[in-house]
């Protein structure tokens, strides 16, 4: 039988440039289980995201600067080392249909909207990191 606690936890790498986000993704994330890298959201990062070897990777796409999200987005897919892993978009945009369908286009496996909903990125996280790894992630608890 495999034993889910004695698997290593899967990498989450989050892309925000608001650090309190970050480290409440990561607090939130930590928390269910898994070992979270947090970086702020910029393309030139590719190197640190790729040194983290993530099963998902987290990226704001709307921020201060509207184009860095998609500049990074278009980034991880040019990347042959990053463009399989599954990426989650979060996005105070994520609520409206045709910003949901571009992200998509872009990559993305999932959307959550900003401000997100704990379980909603949870669960999001979760099916990112089965698909990524064919392996269950982290049984959490709704709170």
């Keep these: 039988m495999f034993d889910l606690a ?3 936890a899967a990498t ?3 892309l925000d440039d608001d650090h309190g986000i970050r480290l409440t993704v990561r607090l939130m994330l930590a928390a ?3 070992h979270v890298v947090s970086l702020v959201a910029d393309p030139h990062m590719l190197p ?3 040194a983290a070897s993530p099963a998902v990777i987290l990226v704001d796409v709307w921020d201060l600067e509207p184009r ?3 500049r990074v987005l278009d980034e991880l897919q040019a990347d042959a080392a990053l463009r399989d892993i599954p990426v989650v978009a979060l996005s105070v945009q994520g609520d409206r249909p045709e910003h949901c369908a571009r992200y998509l286009r872009q990559g993305c496996s999932a959307v959550v909207a ?3 909903d ?3 990125l949870r669960a999001a996280v979760a099916d990112a990191v089965l698909a990524a ?3 269950p992630s982290t049984v959490f608890a709704a709170d």
């Design 133 to 135: 790894t064919g392996m």
């Design 48 to 50: 640190e995201i790729r």
């Design 68 to 70: 860095r999200g998609l």
């Design 12 to 14: 989450v790498v989050v």
């Design 6 to 8: 004695r698997r290593p």
């Design 118 to 120: 704990r379980d909603e």
């Design 32 to 34: 269910a289980g898994y």
């Design 114 to 116: 900003k401000p997100f």
